[in-house]
């Protein structure tokens, strides 16, 4: 419950570096009713990798990166998520990498309308490169764990897809997913259709002010989902990461009847996944769906 509390102090920290106080407190409201959020005030990963999360991004919208090092590095080991923030920064440095160094007349001339404040410094690049590295050393940790203690190169894979009673295949399980909820034809098209609506919702006006590092990570983090992810009730809980949209939809609009109607959502479906998950409901072959 206190790394919940600590993970909504830092979002709001966060946000307020992308919208007013009362726009940010919003999107902290959004997050906290959030329908899944109820899991931040037990004993589970989510509350202590959010405010690891939280504080790592924070550190880098500030351009802190060697200050971010060693949160990233717990963050890695407090949840497998170190992948897509690896890949998330890789894309930031090549996109202020080619702010700083146009490769033709029309980025330098684009580049130029940047405000000079925003261009990173070759200590900043230098430094950023140093926080991805270890973002990408630090997504190994556990796999090379599992490997040392085991022998296996593919322990920590065997372990993770074990109650799946198959191997990992990426990208597989969305389609068998969207096979099972919409049959043979659309089954096969809706992880197409689904990415690409996500893709678009990142250009929507109220999500591009989050800024590049916010949207990278929300990108990132999606197509991490989508590759690994075996779909199912734990889906929902595995969003809570995506946080940076809830500003986005708080910008959306600033009418407080859209503001307050979306938290008494958010609440009326906090008790419908609640009542649905945590309340044992034992399956005919056996066990309960997680929650």
Do not use: N
Request: glycine content about 8%.
């Amino acid at each position: 419950m206190l790394a919940g509390w600590g993970a909504a102090l830092l979002v709001y920290t966060l946000f307020r570096h992308k919208a007013p106080h009362a726009a940010a407190l919003w999107g902290v409201a959004f997050f906290a009713t959030f329908p899944v959020s109820a899991v931040l005030q037990v004993p589970y990963a989510e509350p202590l990798s959010l405010l690891l999360l939280a504080g790592a991004l924070l550190l880098v919208v500030r351009r802190q990166y060697l200050w971010a090092v060693p949160v990233v590095v717990l963050l890695c080991l407090s949840r497998p998520v170190g992948v897509p923030f690896a890949l998330m920064l890789g894309l930031v440095i090549v996109f202020r990498f080619l702010q700083r160094f146009p490769l033709s007349g029309g980025l330098r001339g684009a580049g130029s309308r940047v405000d000079a404040g925003e261009a990173h410094s070759i200590r900043d690049l230098i430094s950023l490169a140093v926080l991805t590295a270890v973002a990408g050393v630090s997504a190994l940790a556990w796999p090379a764990a599992a490997w040392a203690a085991t022998g296996d190169f593919q322990a920590y894979t065997k372990t993770e897809t074990a109650w799946r009673g198959h191997d990992l295949v990426p990208f597989k399980p969305w389609f068998d997913a969207g096979v099972d909820l919409f049959g043979p034809v659309l089954g096969l098209l809706a992880p197409f259709v689904f990415v690409a609506l996500f893709g678009l919702m990142l250009f929507l006006p109220p999500v591009v002010r989050l800024g590049v590092e916010l949207r990278l990570w929300c990108a990132c983090y999606m197509g991490y989902l989508v590759a690994f992810l075996h779909p199912q009730t734990s889906t929902f809980r595995m969003l809570l990461p995506l946080f940076p949209l809830a500003l986005g939809a708080v910008l959306l609009s600033r009418s407080r009847a859209y503001r307050g109607t979306v938290v008494t959502m958010f609440l009326l479906l906090q008790i419908v996944w609640i009542v649905w998950l945590w309340a044992w409901a034992q399956l005919p072959g056996g066990g309960d769906y997680p929650p």
